[in-house]
């Protein structure tokens, strides 16, 4: 019996059951779990930025409450309002101020019952005026004298004829324009006349009428001195810069005055004579005219 006679089919087999040379054995894919040390990195990383954020936070609401407090400053102190303020932020965000549609009945009315508003006075004294009156045939009768007046002359803006349309508003702008009537003289006055230098004649003469006729020579004198010494420019300046003023207590909006064209008065002598500012177009005495040609008054 031979003992080796198995040996070699142990030794096949073992070789049957190993692998062949180029055999692919099969891959295991390998678990992985983060260090301890990674985790911590991880866990700074994310409170770094929360802490950021929060100082971004801070520092956002402290702006906001320096900002608050420098606005609510300037309102204490009367360098804005809350209404400009708020323009202010409606005109930034493209917003546009409305006003209150009653506002402008509002501003007539604060305006109209103040009347006439007198803006300009001057005081004036006029010499030399000599009167001429001619008398009789060949004017055989004739007189002069002369006179010198004091007086003075008041001029202003007939408010209560504003209206409703006259108070136009700009949204756009946040301005009222208001349109007011053309200034005009409200008051023409003599308050002495002093007579002097008469002519001698040995005909009646009444000359208390030399003298009213050397009043109504004054008071014309008077008045159109004032005209042209720019008594209604200025007259007009002063009403612009009172109205102003006043309405800047009804609102907060801006205000421009302008003024209409000035009517010229009626002529002497028609049924149309302005019933404002009568006594700077005084009538002559009655019965008497003036000579163009002679500068003399005749009846």
Not at 68 to 79: E, K, N, S
Not at 89 to 107: I, K
Request: glycine share 10%; charged share 20%.
């Amino acid at each position: 019996m031979n003992i080796y006679n198995d040996e070699p089919d142990v030794i096949e087999q073992q070789k049957r059951e190993l692998p062949p040379d180029n055999a692919v054995l099969p891959y295991e894919i390998p678990s992985y779990s983060p260090a301890v040390s990674e985790s911590k990195n991880e866990g700074a990383e994310r409170g770094g930025c929360a802490r950021g954020c929060m100082w971004l936070t801070a520092g956002v609401g402290g702006c906001l409450i320096v900002a608050l407090i420098g606005i609510g400053l300037a309102v204490i102190l009367g360098l804005t309002s809350i209404g400009a303020l708020v323009g202010g932020v409606s005109a930034a965000l493209g917003g546009v101020t409305r006003a209150d549609v009653n506002l402008s009945r509002t501003l007539v009315t604060s305006v109209q019952p103040l009347g006439v508003l007198v803006t300009f006075r001057t005081d004036s004294m006029i010499e030399n005026i000599r009167v001429g009156v001619q008398q009789n045939i060949g004017n055989a009768c004739g007189v002069a004298a002369s006179h010198m007046a004091t007086g003075g002359v008041e001029a202003g803006i007939d408010l209560s004829q504003i209206t409703d349309e006259d108070i136009v508003y700009d949204p756009l702008r946040n301005v009222y324009t208001i349109t007011l009537p053309a200034p005009i003289l409200t008051t023409c006055r003599i308050d002495t006349i002093q007579q002097y230098n008469r002519t001698f004649t040995l005909c009646p003469v009444n000359w208390d009428t030399v003298r009213a006729l050397a009043d109504y020579m004054a008071l014309i004198r008077l008045r159109d001195d004032a005209i042209a010494g720019g008594a209604l420019e200025r007259a007009a300046v002063e009403g612009a810069l009172r109205l102003t003023s006043l309405l800047q207590n009804v609102t907060d909006a801006g205000i421009e005055i302008v003024f209409r064209d000035p009517v010229p008065p009626a002529p002497a002598g028609e049924a149309d004579v302005i019933a404002l500012g009568a006594s700077c177009y005084p009538e002559p005495p009655a019965g008497w005219r003036l000579d163009p040609n002679t500068g003399g008054w005749t009846r």
